[in-house]
C-alpha cells in the first residue's frame, strides 16, 4: 500500500463527542437560563417591526381600558342613581355613550388582534425554516441518535403551534399587555380606597406565579421522556399511515399488531400527563379559594370605609364592582406570567438548537490530483455510537482508482455503513481510510461530500420538481444537464410523457398533480441525479438497482460504462448475477473482507460466494423452469 501519512488535525466527531448526556446539555445549553435573555432574543425581529410594534401598544390601550369603562360606567350610574331629581332618560344618554365607548374600544383591539396575529405567525415560520435547516445539515451521527434526537427533538413542538410555543408566547405577551394596563388602572383606583388590596392581588400574583412555574418545572425536567414516547408514537402512526405499508397491514390483518404496541405507549403518554394535570388541579383549588378571600375582605374593607362615611355609595358600587374585574385580572395576569414562563422554557431549547454547531468541522486536508480517487480502508473498526457490537472489524480493502468494485454479503453484513464511513458520514472508531493517500478524516465534510455521486438503497424524491430533484437544487438548474442524466438514467422517455415534463412537481405533499413514480423510476431518478453532479470522482451505488425489473437492470449496466466515466466505483448488491460487470468483487462477512476476486474467481473457489451464488442461480434456473 502507497499511501502516504499525514499527521493533519482531525474533523471533530460530535456523534461520539456528544454522546453523553451532560456533555449534550452543556453543549447545547451552554447560556445561562434567564426569562430576560430568552424574550430579548425573541423580541428582537419584532422590535425592528414597527407597525407590529405600535399595534401591540394600541391594543393595549383599547383592551385594557375596557374593563375600566365598565368601572365608569357603574360611577355614573350609581351617581345619576342617587342624585336627587334622576330621569331615565339621563341615565339612557351616559348608558349609551359608554355603550359607543365600549363598541370603538373592543372592535379596535379585536381588529388589532387579528392584524398581529399573522406577524407573529410569520415569525414563527422564519424560525421554524432555521430549525429545519439545522437539522437537515447537522451531523448524520447526530440525526441517527434516538438520544440526541429525544434531547432536541421538542423544537418540533415549539414551532408548530399557532397557540403554543414560540407564537403561543407572542399572543400571550400581546394579552398581556391589556391585562397590565387593566391591573395598573383598576389596582391604583383600589389603592385610593385601601392600598391593602392592591397589595394582596400583587401577594397573589407573586404566589401563583411561583407555584405554577414549580408545575412546569417538572413538566420540563421530563419532557425528554415525553419526547421519547411521541416519537415512537409518532413513527407508529407514520407507518400506519404511510400508503406504501396499506397493502401488507390490510392483506396480513396486522392492525392489531399494531394497536398492540400502541397500547403501552399510549398508557405511558397517560400517566405522564396524569402526572402534569394532577400537579395542575392541586394548585387550582388554592388559588380559588385565595381569590375568594381576596374578594370578602376587599369588600368588607370597602363596606367600611362607606359605613364610615369616607366614600360615597356611587364610589362604593364603581369600587366593588373594580375589586370583582381587579380580581379576575389578577388571576390572568399569574396564568398568562406562568404560561409565558412555561413556554419559553421550550422556546429557549429551540433557540439553543438553532444557535448550537451541530456540524463536524475542522480538517484541513484535501484530495490530490484529479479523476477517479484510490480508496484504502486500513484496518478499519466501527461500532455505532452507543451501541457496543463492532459492525465492521479491522477491515482492510484497497480500490485502485478507476476500479469498478462491487461489495456483496448477506443482510445485515455492514456494507452500507461501509458506505457511510467512506462518503464521511461517520468516522471509523479505530483504523483509517485513506482518499488519494489522504487521511479521510482529515478532509473538511463538505470536501469529502462532494467527491461522491451516491445513490443510495432507500430512494425518496422531495416534494420539488423532477428537474429540481436532479439536479438537488431549484436555482441555476442546467436543463441540458438535467435531460442528458435522465436519459442515461433511462427515465426521460418517462418524463417526456409527463404533461409538465421535467417541471412535473413530484408526490402529493404539496401540489394535488404532483407525481408519484415507481419505486424503479424513482432509483433511477437517483442515478441520474448523482450523474448530475459535476465533479465528482467516485461513484457509490447501493443496491441502485434492487427495484428495477431485469430488463431495465440490464439497460442500466450496458449504460455503465459511460455512467462511471472517469470515476472510481462502489457498487453494492445482494444479486450477485448483477455484480458481473465489476472488475473485482469482495464479500463482506462479519464485520470483515473474507473473499475477493472476479465472480468466476470466486464461483469457482469453495466459500460463501459460490455458495451465495449456487443458492441464488438455483431459485434462477427454478423461476424460469
Ligand atoms: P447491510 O447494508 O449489509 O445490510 P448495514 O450496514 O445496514 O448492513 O447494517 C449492519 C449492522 O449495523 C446491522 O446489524 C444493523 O442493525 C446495524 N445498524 C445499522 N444502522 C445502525 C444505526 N444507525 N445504529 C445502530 N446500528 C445500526
Known amino acids: 500500500m502507497s499511501q502516504t501519512t499525514q499527521v493533519a488535525p482531525q474533523r471533530s466527531n460530535l456523534a461520539v463527542e456528544l454522546l453523553d448526556q451532560d456533555r449534550r446539555k452543556a453543549y447545547l445549553h451552554s447560556r445561562p437560563r434567564k426569562l430576560m435573555n430568552t424574550l430579548a432574543r425573541m423580541y428582537r425581529p419584532v422590535l425592528k417591526n414597527r407597525r407590529l410594534v405600535a399595534a401591540s401598544a394600541a391594543y393595549a390601550l383599547a383592551a385594557g381600558l375596557l374593563p375600566l369603562l365598565g368601572v365608569g360606567v357603574m360611577h355614573t350610574l350609581a351617581g345619576l342613581l342617587a342624585a336627587p331629581g334622576a330621569t331615565p332618560r339621563g341615565m339612557l344618554l351616559a348608558a349609551g355613550i359608554y355603550a359607543l365607548g365600549f363598541f370603538v374600544l373592543s372592535a379596535a383591539s379585536t381588529l388589532l388582534k387579528n392584524r398581529n396575529y399573522t406577524g407573529f405567525a410569520s415569525l414563527r415560520i422564519r424560525l421554524l425554516n432555521a430549525a429545519l435547516d439545522r ?42 399587555g391589556g391585562t397590565l394596563v387593566s391591573a395598573l388602572g383598576l389596582g391604583a383606583l383600589l389603592a385610593l380606597a385601601s392600598p391593602w388590596i392592591t397589595l394582596a392581588g400583587l401577594a397573589f400574583v407573586a404566589v401563583t406565579y411561583a407555584a405554577q412555574a414549580h408545575v412546569s418545572r417538572y413538566k420540563h425536567a421530563r419532557r425528554e421522556e415525553l419526547s421519547r414516547l411521541l416519537r415512537q408514537m409518532d413513527n407508529l402512526s407514520r407507518e400506519a399511515a404511510d400508503f406504501r405499508a396499506g397493502k401488507d397491514l390490510r392483506l396480513y390483518d396486522m392492525a392489531g399488531r399494531f394497536r398492540a404496541t400502541f397500547a403501552p405507549l399510549l398508557q405511558a403518554n397517560r ?10 388541579v392541586q394548585l387550582s383549588v388554592p388559588e380559588s379559594l385565595a381569590l375568594a378571600a381576596i374578594d370578602l375582605a376587599g369588600a368588607l374593607l370597602l363596606a367600611r370605609g362607606y359605613l364610615s362615611g369616607r366614600i360615597t355609595l356611587a364610589q362604593l358600587v364603581m369600587l366593588l364592582t373594580a ?8 388571576q390572568e395576569l399569574a396564568g398568562q406570567l406562568a404560561a409565558i414562563k412555561d ?8 433557540m439553543d438548537f438553532i444557535d448550537a454547531d451541530l456540524q463536524s468541522r475542522g480538517g484541513t486536508g ?22 457496543d457490537k463492532l459492525v465492521l472489524e479491522h477491515l482492510s480493502l484497497r480500490i485502485p482508482a478507476g476500479q469498478r468494485c462491487a461489495l456483496v454479503g448477506v443482510n445485515g453484513a455492514g456494507k452500507t455503513t461501509l458506505v457511510k464511513l467512506l462518503c464521511g458520514l461517520y ?12 487521511d479521510a478524516a482529515t478532509i473538511p465534510q463538505e470536501q469529502l461530500f462532494a467527491l461522491f455521486g451516491t445513490v443510495f438503497q ?10 429540481e430533484n436532479v439536479a438537488a437544487t431549484d436555482r441555476d438548474i442546467d436543463r441540458a444537464r438535467v435531460e442528458q442524466s435522465l436519459k442515461t438514467a433511462g427515465l426521460w422517455d418517462k418524463v417526456c410523457s409527463l404533461p409538465r415534463g421535467m417541471d412535473s412537481p413530484m408526490l402529493k405533499v404539496v401540489e394535488e398533480d404532483g407525481v ?27 443496491e441502485p438497482t434492487a427495484a428495477l425489473d431485469a430488463l431495465a437492470e440490464q439497460k442500466i449496466y450496458q449504460e455503465f460504462d459511460s455512467l462511471l466515466s472517469g470515476r472510481t466505483a462502489l457498487f453494492i448488491s445482494h444479486r450477485l448475477a448483477s455484480t458481473r460487470f465489476c472488475d473485482r468483487i469482495v464479500l463482506l462477512d462479519g464485520g470483515r473482507i473474507t473473499q475477493q476476486g472476479t465472480h468466476e474467481e470466486l464461483v469457482a473457489r469453495e466459500g460463501l460466494y459460490r455458495r451465495m451464488f449456487l443458492t441464488q442461480g438455483k431459485y434462477y434456473q427454478e423461476e424460469q423452469a
Request: hydrophobic content about 40%; cysteine-free.
Open 366 to 387: 484535501s484530495v490530490p490530483g484529479t479523476g477517479p480517487v484510490e480508496v484504502i480502508f486500513e484496518d478499519v473498526s466501527f461500532h455505532y455510537p452507543g451501541h
Open 271 to 280: 400517566k405522564l400527563y396524569k402526572a402534569f394535570t394532577q400537579r395542575e
Open 135 to 176: 437539522e437537515m445539515t447537522m451531523d448524520y451521527g447526530l440525526f441517527e441518535s434516538p438520544g440526541f434526537m429525544d434531547d432536541v427533538g421538542g423544537w418540533s413542538r415549539a414551532l408548530s403551534s399557532n397557540n403554543a410555543g414560540l407564537e403561543g408566547t407572542y399572543h400571550k405577551i400581546f394579552e398581556m
Open 458 to 467: 432507500e430512494v425518496e424524491p422531495l416534494a420539488f420538481t423532477i428537474a
Open 323 to 330: 375589586l370583582s374585574l381587579f380580581a379576575r385580572t389578577m
Open 343 to 350: 413556554q419559553t422554557r421550550y422556546v429557549d431549547d429551540t
Open 427 to 438: 468516522l471509523p472508531t479505530q483504523g483509517r481510510i485513506f482518499i488519494n493517500g489522504v
Open 516 to 542: 408519484i413514480l415507481s419505486g424503479g423510476e424513482n432509483q433511477k431518478l437517483m442515478i441520474a441525479r448523482a450523474l448530475y453532479r459535476q465533479g465528482t470522482r467516485m461513484m457509490v451505488m447501493d
